[in-house]
């Protein structure tokens, strides 16, 4: 079955930075998109921004323009999210998601999940 | 930036009632609107896709209406493993962006 999963939780300290990982399984790694996004401690869903597997292409939000680095592992079927400068407003449970179009289109909507990965800076 | 919100942000309802919750657009999107189901601890679920296509696997008393600027979601018979927090999210523009997200907790 379609599977993303993520790697562990981590904790970081302000100005530091952190690198998520997302491995796929059961399905075409560079056929879909990968989208990330982010959900802090009781608050609502946040987008970031993905990236074509194929190409290695990506589209990031705005606001985390200059702190996202967004890259792939085709020989792993692992895509991966740098966020740097930390803050503590960036503690979040972050997710990857796979875009629900496939060959090389994009829907923008997002399906299956990854399981989440918290991450918490803190000094 | 779109700016999604949604009511209401919470309401108390009991298992069969039928339940609709609405999400409202900052601009016109079409049909470029999907919801999701959140459970406590677990990754967003897709229920809805482009405003009323209902997504693989997903029961068929979850419906969705509405294009442009306003949407809803209806439960037509809520069953106990509804009782959670439901988010819309528009798909027509960069960044795609939610709504705060409504819960549905039992009465």
């Known amino acids: 079955q379609v599977q993303l999963v993520q790697s562990g939780a981590e904790v970081k300290k302000p100005g530091a930075s952190v690198k998520v990982s997302c491995k796929a399984s059961?399905?075409?790694?560079?056929?879909?998109?990968v989208h990330w996004v982010r959900q802090a401690p009781g608050q609502g869903l946040e987008w970031m921004g993905w990236?074509?597997?194929?190409?290695?292409?990506?589209s990031y939000a705005q606001k985390f323009q200059g702190r996202v680095t967004m890259t792939r592992d085709t020989s792993i079927s692992t895509a991966y999210m740098e966020l740097s400068r930390l803050r503590s407003d960036d503690t979040a449970v972050y997710y990857c998601?796979?875009?629900?179009?496939?060959?090389?289109?994009?829907?923008?909507?997002?399906?299956?999940w990854g399981q989440g990965t918290l991450v918490t800076v803190s000094s | 930036d779109i700016q999604m919100t949604q009511s209401p942000s919470s309401l108390s309802a009991s298992v069969g009632d039928r339940v609709t919750i609405t999400c409202r657009a900052s601009?016109?999107?079409?049909?470029?609107l999907n919801w999701y189901q959140q459970k406590v601890g677990k990754a967003p679920k897709v229920l809805i896709y482009?405003?009323?296509s209902l997504q693989s696997g997903v029961p068929s008393r979850f419906s969705g209406s509405g294009s442009g600027t306003d949407f809803t979601l209806t439960i037509s018979s809520l069953q106990p493993e509804d009782f959670t927090t439901y988010y819309c999210?528009?798909?027509?523009?960069?960044?795609?962006?939610f709504g705060p997200g409504t819960t549905v907790d039992i009465k």
């Open positions: 998601a796979r875009d629900a179009a496939g060959g090389q289109l994009l829907s923008n909507w997002f399906d299956p």
């Open positions: 059961g399905y075409t790694f560079t056929g879909y998109y």
């Open positions: 990236i074509n597997p194929n190409s290695g292409g990506t």
């Open positions: 601009q016109s999107i079409s049909s470029y």
């Open positions: 482009a405003a009323s």
């Open positions: 999210q528009q798909s027509y523009s960069i960044p795609f962006t």
